[in-house]
């Protein structure tokens, strides 16, 4: 079964930062292009950032200059780098993967990410 677990999100005060971590299963063994959505109570789930398999980055404007993405091929691992944290960054934090295979895409658990004024 393809899984990916994600770890980092906590509650942090505005200016911190938090690092987010998500590993692939073992059993991955294509996964293409990786992303960071999020999620605000009443919202709808919107894309952060995503990283192809090459290394091209693109984020939402929300974020720009202030969240980094990157990842490990090696270790199937995507992380999310935020900096300077804002109130309005306060949402559930969930990656995503397309595979080059079935089930061509998977989705983490999601992480809890509190940032208080």
């Known amino acids: 079964q393809v899984q990916l677990v994600e770890s980092g999100g906590g509650l942090v005060q505005a200016g911190g930062s938090l690092r987010l971590s998500c590993a692939g299963s073992?059993?991955?063994?294509?996964?293409?292009?990786m992303g960071w959505y999020r999620q605000a109570p009443g919202k709808q789930r919107e894309l952060v950032a995503a990283?192809?398999?090459?290394?091209?980055?693109n984020y939402v404007d929300s974020v720009k200059g202030r969240f980094t993405i990157s990842r490990d091929n090696a270790k199937n691992t995507v992380y999310l780098q935020m900096n300077s944290l804002k109130p309005e960054d306060t949402a559930v934090y969930y990656c995503?993967?397309?595979?080059?295979?079935?089930?061509?895409?998977?989705w983490g658990q999601g992480t809890q990410v509190t940032v208080s004024s």
């Open positions: 995503k993967a397309n595979i080059g295979g079935p089930p061509w895409v998977a």
């Open positions: 990283i192809t398999s090459g290394g091209s980055t």
């Open positions: 073992r059993n991955i063994f294509n996964i293409n292009a």
